[in-house]
Nanobody
Framework: QVQLIESGGGLVQAGGSLRLACAAS????????MAWFRQRPGKERESVAA???????RYADSVKGRFTISRDRAKNTVYLQMNSLKPEDTAVYYC???????????????WGQGTQVTVSS
């Protein structure tokens, strides 16, 4: 079993930055594939960024060049650095993990509770 706790959401103006963090516990962090998803108002949940155990990363076209996923193995934490935020980035952001270390596409077995990100225009 894996527990995921997100933090770092909040309200920011367009053009600003936020860094989300997801702390994992319960299983060897280094063997997990990790990802960030989001659910925008009235939309289905979508993949934003993913990071496999081998270090391969993948991003949604809408966030390429603005968002960066990274991990700190010592802290069992994965981050999502979000720059040049736009109002359309407003969403609940979820951290996800999977025991398949090479996964970069869903579905994922474990999910956090989500953290709200609101970008004002």
């Amino acid at each position: 079993q894996v527990q995921l706790i997100e933090s770092g959401g909040g309200l920011v103006q367009a053009g600003g930055s936020l860094r989300l963090a997801c702390a994992a516990s319960g299983r060897s962090f280094s063997s997990l594939a990790m990802a960030w998803f989001r659910q925008r108002p009235g939309k289905e949940r979508e993949s934003v960024a993913a990071f496999s155990w081998s270090g391969n990363s993948r991003y949604a076209d809408s966030v390429k060049g603005r968002f960066t996923i990274s991990r700190d193995r010592a802290k069992n934490t994965v981050y999502l650095q979000m720059n040049s935020l736009k109002p359309e980035d407003t969403a609940v952001y979820y951290c996800a993990a999977d025991p398949d270390p090479f996964k970069t596409r869903g579905p994922y077995d474990y999910w956090g509770q989500g953290t709200q990100v609101t970008v004002s225009s």
